[in-house]
């Protein structure tokens, strides 16, 4: 596809109008009935799978109102769906895609694993050479022994029962907005009964040294096993950790006798050896995630070596078993993918988000636009709206939108990851508008807007999203200030 010769599909018309709350979500009816006609073949698979799956899939981080697009293939940046729309890939499989569709280096090295046969039953060679290349490049982030699993949930949950048994606790200091995979997750509110494992957690504000000590000071001495902390909260909008208050909780958790665990699922990406070592922080254990496995199914955990050697079948005290932990797939493609994603290519991904994410920021300088950002200070509330039009709360919740008076639009994150977020009373309408209309410009994206760049997005692309941010702006500028 020719970047610059893209046309916008239906939905796209613009309008310098006023636009109320009623107008915007008719304005959102007119661009889902729109979709659903443009995407036939994504509908009408979306129903089938209703069939077999509770909503019509068996990711829920996938669907998307009124039903998720559906794919057919992918080459480098680009998606074509079943309905044979080509998109511009800006989610990166939400920071494991991080080498796109078709790298073929990676393609080369599964072909090469699978032609000797797979699901040996025992050792490969593979495996041992993927571990010393997660060691070498970890290690300034306390990476000393690994162990792989199959997923970032896989990987946290080993690291919290590492933490348990070796300090001989049950309580998990967690935070507000975290997220650890689909049995570890602690949103804001709540709308159903979880599916968390049933541990002791104590759950305190991020970025809000004041409240995590507060969240402390009820815990018996002695009881507390692990502090389990993303450097940014990823699937939590992009917020940015504070690094005095991430070294505080590091410095907190060997007051106290507890582990402190670093969740780099997501930020690994984001620096060569880690985000962990470019803030200074050496944790007890690090958890990875499936970008060190060429994009493959994978996660892995490891830390201290007196911690890990529990792992040690010839003499430790803890099992951890799967079939696919050391599968020649993953091992192969993640051996690979390392070497693909060295330093430099590193910097560049970061300095392309950098980039992007300062782009779409002057832009809502240039248009008026309040860019509201949760607040990074850890000597003010945490995780809450640097907001103008309504009180703060003094627990360190994020102020509902739903409170405030007005609309507005932001951006946060760091590198080759960030989120586009809405606030206000349309902040849900607003944001569904934002995907249909990239959607429009031929751009896919979370309909929750995160967005992680993959290692085949251009400069070209970069400005393909300013362009169609810029567009939206302008529509809805009325609405957004």
């Avoid at 596809?1 to 008719?26: C, K, R, W, Y």
């Avoid at 995407?39 to 109102?65: D, I, Q, W, Y």
């Avoid at 199914?297 to 079948?313: E, L, V, Y």
């Avoid at 994150?413 to 508008?433: N, R, V, W």
């Amino acid at each position: 596809m020719i970047i610059d010769s893209f046309t916008p599909q239906s939905g796209s018309i613009l309008s310098n109008s006023p636009v109320s709350a009623e107008t915007l979500q008719a304005a959102l009816s007119t661009a889902q009935q729109e979709y659903s006609l443009s995407n036939p073949e994504s509908f009408k698979t979306h129903n089938e799978a209703c069939m077999n799956f509770p909503g019509g899939n068996t990711r829920t981080v996938l669907h998307a109102s009124p039903f998720p697009m559906a794919f057919e293939s992918g080459k480098g940046a680009e998606l074509t769906s079943l309905d044979g729309k080509v998109y511009v890939d800006f989610l990166g499989e939400y920071t494991a895609g991080i080498y796109g569709h078709s790298n073929e280096k990676i393609a080369s090295a599964v072909v090469e694993a699978m032609s000797n046969g797979w699901n040996y039953g025992g050792p490969n060679k593979y495996e041992r050479e993927l571990a010393r290349k997660a060691i070498q490049r970890f290690s300034p982030s306390g990476l000393e022994l690994v162990r792989f699993t199959n997923s970032g949930t896989e990987s946290n949950t080993m690291a919290l029962a590492a933490a348990l048994a070796f300090t001989k606790r049950k309580k998990i200091l967690v935070f507000r907005n975290g997220y650890h995979g689909g049995t570890l997750s602690f949103p804001d509110s709540l709308n159903s009964i979880n599916t968390n494992l049933p541990h002791d957690f104590v759950i305190a504000p991020y970025n809000n040294i004041e409240g995590t000590r507060n969240a402390l000071s009820f815990l018996p001495q002695s009881t507390l096993a692990a502090i389990l902390v993303e450097g940014i909260q990823g699937s939590g909008g992009c917020v940015v950790g504070d690094p005095k208050f991430l070294k505080f909780l590091e410095t907190t958790a060997h007051q106290l006798g507890a582990l402190f665990i670093m969740d780099e699922v997501m930020t690994s990406r984001l620096t060569h050896h880690g985000l962990s070592a470019s803030l200074g922080l050496k944790p007890d254990l690090v958890t990875l995630g499936k970008w060190v496995g060429g994009g493959m199914t994978f996660g892995a955990f490891g830390g201290r070596k007196d911690i890990m050697s529990m792992f040690d079948p010839r003499y430790g005290i803890l099992g951890h078993s799967g079939t696919f932990n050391n599968n020649v797939v993953t091992m192969a493609a993640g051996c690979c993918g390392m070497d693909i994603y060295d330093e430099h290519e590193v910097e560049r991904l970061n300095a392309l988000g950098e980039d992007l994410r300062q782009r779409v920021e002057n832009l809502l300088v240039e248009y008026g636009i309040r860019n509201w950002k949760p607040r990074t200070s850890s000597a003010t509330q945490g995780n809450e709206l640097d907001c103008p039009f309504t009180g703060l709360v003094p627990d360190g919740k994020r102020i509902p939108s739903s409170q405030l008076q007005k609309n507005s639009m932001g951006i946060t994150g760091q590198g080759s990851m960030m989120c586009i977020h809405f606030y206000g009373p349309s902040e849900d309408t607003l944001k569904a508008l934002f995907w249909h209309h990239m959607l429009d410009y031929g751009i896919y994206m979370a309909q929750r807007g995160f967005i992680a760049l993959n290692l085949e997005l251009t400069d070209d692309h970069v400005g393909r999203f300013e362009e169609a941010t810029r567009e939206f702006i302008i529509r809805y500028e009325d609405a957004l200030r």
